[in-house]
């Protein structure tokens, strides 16, 4: 028996290395060939072209922090507002580069309007199209950061309002007595922490207003929005300390804590408060939003505006984003 045994196991590591060879001998699919291979990319035809010569980056110190849709041929650039502050240089996929001065800003929509210094009128603009930004599932493709490359893939999810998230310190809320509400938990690079903000202290005020219940502070910082300015009164070890907290993304901070955003990568700042979003796969890191996307025509359906995670960003449709640059251009 034993030596049966022995017999069938040499069997199947004989077995086994067979199959390593014959996988180790395997061609592999050449790179070409692979997703958003040169092959694929190609097959999209003037559509790629289309998006590379309309789409810009947009750099401050050499360092790319937003991507922007050509929207006239006077070089007017439409791109994302929260993520372009400080914005010095456009520069085309061709490698043309240009300085930069903002226009307006469209708060609202997370939208912001510059135009590329020069004398030229001879910019490619994007061509707006909604059609395909009412369908459910479509093909779509937009420019990959150093516009040499198009990333393709499908819109997905319901096109839907995102409401607003409201700001928040980054703490967790433990007893309430006489002296106030005890922290329990500060959130590592949170708002709270990032202010000074440590485990043990005590709120009593926040904004000059006393507070008793754990009801009251979340009531009077989730009025407020990310980026908004509060002001904490609290005891620290009998010591009076006053603190001002810039309020953070909710999902931001406490997705600090989730898994997938773990995996994910940065993800945008303000990905909330939208009226209405065009959701897709594209492998786009957070620094291509406020790039256009595009449809199998090369017709603009929309404005890159938020990196969620891995698998998800947010697009503003052409319907929401036209009529604001409309407005922009006509004044």
Known sequence: MKSFVSYFLLLILIFSLALGDSNTSTEKLPKEFRLNGTATQDAFGSSKNKALHSTVRLTRNDKLIAMGAII??????LTKASSCVGAREATLSGGE???LRVKKRNEALDLALYQMISDRNDFKPVN??????SKDVSWI????TELREI?????????????REGGVMGVMLGTEN???IHITEVIPHAAADKAGVQVGDVIQKIDGRSVKKRDQVVSIVGKKDPGDVVMMQAIRKENEKNFRITLGHR???????????????????????????LQHDLPLPKEAMGGPIFDLNGDCIGINIARVDRVTCYTLPSKIVYPVV???LSQ
């Open 178 to 180: 006489k002296l106030g």
């Open 326 to 328: 409309k407005d922009f």
């Open 251 to 277: 999902s931001v901070t406490f997705d600090l804590f989730n898994r997938n955003m773990q995996m994910s990568g940065p993800v945008s700042k303000r990905k909330d408060n939208f009226p209405l979003i």
């Open 97 to 99: 580069k240009f300085k």
């Open 72 to 77: 006239s041929p006077e070089g007017h650039i």
């Open 128 to 133: 707006w199209n909604d059609n395909n930004a």
């Open 141 to 144: 493709l937009s420019a990959y």
């Open 151 to 163: 990333r393709i893939g499908i819109t997905s999810g319901k096109h839907r309002e995102i409401g």
